[in-house]
């Protein structure tokens, strides 16, 4: 089994790709639609929700309506943007969306980030 990959994102408002915000130790989440932020670096960054959404959670049950945002997510150079939420405390998360708009993987051998073709059907 593997362990928990942790990455370092560098965050960025959509609208001022400028005003960005370095956060470390986030768990690369395989299941996870959105990416979980601290609030405090939402805040910082001025990025203001654009809907509300609830969500399920690992153990199955559904959280209350939440703000939505958008940012862009960069690590390696490589950048996406996802929806993301703020938590006061708990576990900041990088989405499976992220990490595959990124064009990256989580490399089963060293439970490390990796660069994956990015594929396109036409």
């Known amino acids: 089994m593997l362990g928990v990959t942790r990455v370092t994102v560098k965050v960025c408002r959509v609208d001022h790709p400028e005003k960005c915000q370095t ?3 986030l768990v690369v989440d395989t299941h ?3 990416t979980v932020l601290p609030s405090e670096v939402i ?3 001025g ?3 654009h809907s509300k959404r609830a969500f399920t959670i690992a153990d199955g049950t559904s959280t209350e309506e939440k703000d939505v945002s958008s940012a862009l997510i960069e690590i390696d150079g490589r950048k996406t943007s996802d929806d ?3 938590v006061d405390k708990g576990i900041p998360l990088l ?3 992220a990490l595959e708009g990124l064009g990256m ?3 089963p051998k060293t439970g490390k980030l990796s660069k994956s073709d990015t594929s396109l059907l036409l």
């Open 23 to 25: 956060v470390r130790d």
């Open 105 to 107: 993987q989580v490399d």
């Open 47 to 49: 990025i203001k929700p």
């Open 84 to 86: 993301i939420i703020a």
């Open 95 to 97: 989405s499976v969306r």
């Open 32 to 34: 996870a639609t959105a």
């Open 43 to 45: 805040a910082k960054l």
